[in-house]
């Protein structure tokens, strides 16, 4: 018999009116936004209910939005009676979902999880309005196609491998500059790229210090052992103890989101199944990419939450 993985999304799955259904379907799920927005003081609930999109673009608000959803969606399944502890043999999340993991296993709390993301992404923003900077999507390549156009476009600037997402799909993080070069000189090195519209060179050294000021709220982070397996994205490594979470957390704000080796990883231990818990389908397509054989479930919506029906009927 083969095992379940629970998978959190990042940044760029976020839509108005995410998770509005889900609220109503579910008081578990309508607690989490109440809790959200008392936690942060702040109408939260609206940006991602009602928007404006422009607002929930803004990496401050979209971080915390996203984790909100995401752990609302997962308490409704839990709601309906759904055994997490034997459903859930190990998790792992892209980027800002690493956070959602942790919580998911255990390690966080829902009110130190939601106030991690918000610093998160306040210093990134920082980060990103003080260094003109950008992420650029490349099509078509492998690590050392990516790795040879990184170092032909940076010419004395900052551009490195920033997500492994997916076979054929890397995306590169640097100056503003040195992005501009990768688009113009991809073809060169037999990929295409296209310029994302992110606020900055996330997973990048470009973030030093922002990873220092988030070390910083981490060391003053309560953190518990996991209840199961959670894979780090810097490494595809379980993370250890409480410790090397804050370790590898800090990390991951200048280093590359090893994606694709974190799902392999799973997949060679037995993972055959993978459910996508939060908005957006963006790492069931991925799924797809990374192994096409491999059962790959998204819950984003009410319709979802009877989560046993859902793998019955897959």
Request: net charge negative; hydrophobic share 45%; with cysteine.
């Amino acid at each position: 018999m083969g095992r379940t993985a629970i998978i959190f999304p990042g940044q760029g799955s976020q839509a108005v009116g995410m998770g509005r259904d889900v609220a109503g379907a579910s008081a578990a799920a309508a607690d989490v936004f109440k809790r959200a927005d008392e936690v942060l003081g702040i109408d939260l609930s609206r940006m991602y209910f009602e928007g404006p999109e422009s607002e929930l673009k803004r990496t401050d608000v979209q971080q915390p939005a996203i984790f909100t959803v995401s752990v609302a969606i997962w308490e409704a399944i839990r709601e309906r009676g759904v055994d997490s502890g034997s459903l859930m043999g190990a998790t792992a999340g892209l980027s800002l979902g690493e956070y959602t993991a942790l919580y998911a296993a255990g390690s966080l709390s829902f009110e130190d999880g939601l106030k991690l993301v918000r610093r998160r992404g306040e210093l990134m923003q920082e980060a990103a309005t003080a260094t003109p900077s950008g992420m650029v999507s490349v099509i078509g390549g492998d690590e050392e196609n990516v790795v040879a156009l990184c170092e032909a476009a940076a010419q004395g600037e900052v551009l490195v491998p920033a997500n492994f997402n997916c076979p054929g799909q890397i995306v590169i993080s640097g100056s503003t500059g040195a992005c501009d070069r990768a688009v113009k000189l991809a073809s060169e090195h037999g990929v295409r790229a296209i310029a994302l519209k992110v606020a900055g060179a996330f997973h990048s050294p470009l973030m030093a210090g922002a990873a220092d000021a988030l070390s910083a709220v981490l060391a003053d982070t309560e953190i518990r052992e996991s209840s199961c397996a959670v894979i780090a994205n810097v490494d595809a490594v379980a993370h250890g103890d409480a410790g090397s979470i804050r370790e590898k957390l800090t990390r991951q704000m200048t280093s590359a989101v090893r994606w694709t080796a974190s799902v392999q990883r799973l997949i060679s231990e037995g993972y055959d199944c993978f459910v996508e818990v939060g908005p957006g389908r963006v790492l069931t397509g991925m799924m797809r990419k990374i192994d096409r054989k491999t059962r790959a479930v998204n819950v984003s919506t009410a319709a979802g939450l009877d989560l046993e029906s859902v793998l019955a009927a897959s």
